[in-house]
């Protein structure tokens, strides 16, 4: 698990997100994965409830008229026993129709990633927001 | 053609326009290269008149007393019949003197990359912009 | 030196420096390493003094209430007689509690990166920003 297969995986994952494949985005989380953010009382486990957390940010996205991008950088990796624990630098970019973009969010993401059968997945993500520090 | 060369490729390509290098930005593209934008009602073809558009978008730069940045990140890339197709994510950011950075755009650019003598170049983008869905 | 390795590099120092941790931060130059921006009327020379402008920077963000985070990106190398000379863009975003965040600096980061004891550090660094052309 090299730094380059690591940015190919959140490019193509903050793709498919932000296109709203909010199905294959959860496949890119181990089954049992969780997600955890400062919004949430627990985090969120598995594929299914981590879909459907996605599908109902898209509705929103799109009722609101906007386009979002998640930026992935500054990524800092370490092993750990069970593959990767890489921290990275996060921004939600979000543009209405016919507006300029606006910075929305400026996170840390926390991700412990692992390989199944070759592919890289997120096993146990954890969000800290820059506004409630 | 790997990840790392493609990412010295953009930094290269895109310090060369913000930094009003007109002429020399044109020439990586492919002689006959396009560039498609949705302001354009047919794709820009060839180096010259990618190279004018370039010198027009640097006069209104300078006239604005503005400094562009072009990010960019988050870039997938697979392999096609004559080359790469890679799919990125841009953002410009334009300063004024003595003023704060905006955020000027969001976009995606698509583009198809090609060796020729042994240098990248860029035979074939399309933008899409996030203001204009 | 490769480009993954200086990613590595400044995504390690960059968190340090938004993390508080001057001292550690100071550590990745050179002990007579030097670090000048506009704002200064001479660089500032050695980690003592580079580690006391961080600690101060560190204050102020805490007395505004604010996170900085320091983006770093398009990032081209060539080597030098003593190392690599690597320029980068660099935006600093800035978020106050319960606020957006705002992208407060753009501005062109030119290092001088050199291996002391198999560790990368930064042996010269030049700022220029955006609004002060």
Redesign the interface.
């Known amino acids: 698990m090299?730094?380059?297969e690591i940015?190919?995986f959140?490019?193509?994952h903050?793709?498919l997100l932000d296109g709203g494949s909010a199905r294959a985005w959860a496949r890119t989380f181990t089954p049992d994965g969780t997600f955890a953010a400062p919004s949430m009382t627990e985090p969120v486990r598995g594929r299914a409830d981590i879909a459907a957390g996605a599908r109902a940010a898209v509705r929103d996205r799109a009722a609101a008229r906007e386009?979002h991008?998640?930026?992935?950088?500054?990524?800092?990796?370490r092993e750990v026993a069970d593959g990767v624990e890489a921290?990275s630098?996060v921004?939600i970019?979000a543009?209405?129709?016919?507006?300029?973009?606006?910075?929305?969010?400026?996170c840390v993401m926390r991700d412990r990633l692992v390989r199944r059968d070759g592919r890289l997945l997120v096993a146990e993500r954890r969000i800290s927001r820059?506004?409630?520090?």
Chains 1, 2, 3 share one sequence.
Do not use: E
């Open positions: 090299d730094s380059i940015q190919q959140y490019a193509r903050m793709q386009t991008r998640h930026w992935v950088n500054m990524t800092l990796t921290v630098y921004q970019l543009t209405s129709h016919g507006a300029a973009p606006q910075v929305r969010l400026s820059d506004d409630r520090p």
